[in-house]
């Protein structure tokens, strides 16, 4: 079972018009590189998502900065990482007045049939009815508030469905 993970508005929340709280990791990435909001994701969220047992993917624009930065702070080995196609080269995106989020046929494309969980925050109706039309394997697409990240509820979610899935 795959679980694709996207970062912004996902591990790190932003938006909300209240303070965020300010993690620490056992991770302490040289301050040149580190990304300035990365204290704001709750390291916890690695050992949680580890235990979901899924294989980890990362599903995000940060790239290679997702297994320097994000992966050591909260706890993960390096993963595997889906290489997003240069948009004005390779046509990303759904043609359709982009209701389809543009990473949704690139994932499952990535899934190759095989079961997925996708956790973004920016899914929606159109790449569920897609996902249902286009993809032979089971998959759950967790769209979380961009304003908390994961909550205990969306893991939760995911949990169920994975029990009830694998």
């Keep these: 079972m795959l679980l694709f993970l996207d970062v912004d508005g996902t591990l790190l929340p932003f938006g909300a018009s209240h303070p965020y709280p300010v993690y620490d990791s056992d991770f302490a990435p040289p301050a040149a590189d ?9 390291p916890s969220l690695g050992p949680r998502l580890a235990a979901l ?13 997702a297994n320097t930065c994000v992966a050591p702070w909260l706890g993960l080995p390096q993963l595997p990482l889906v290489d997003w196609p240069d948009p004005a080269e390779d046509g990303v995106g759904d043609g ?30 159109a790449d569920r009815d897609w996902v249902t039309a286009q993809h032979p394997g089971r998959a759950l697409l967790q769209r979380v508030d961009h304003r908390y990240g994961i909550t205990d509820a969306d ?4 949990e169920v469905w994975l029990a009830a899935n694998r």
């Design 34 to 42: 580190a990304p300035p909001l990365l204290t704001r994701i709750d």
């Design 53 to 65: 047992r899924c294989e980890l993917v990362w599903a995000t624009t940060w790239m290679d900065d």
């Design 96 to 125: 359709a007045g982009g209701r389809l989020h543009w990473k949704t046929r690139l994932l499952v494309a990535w899934a190759a049939g095989r079961p997925f969980v996708w956790v973004d925050d920016e899914i929606g109706d």
């Design 155 to 158: 893991l939760a979610s995911m």
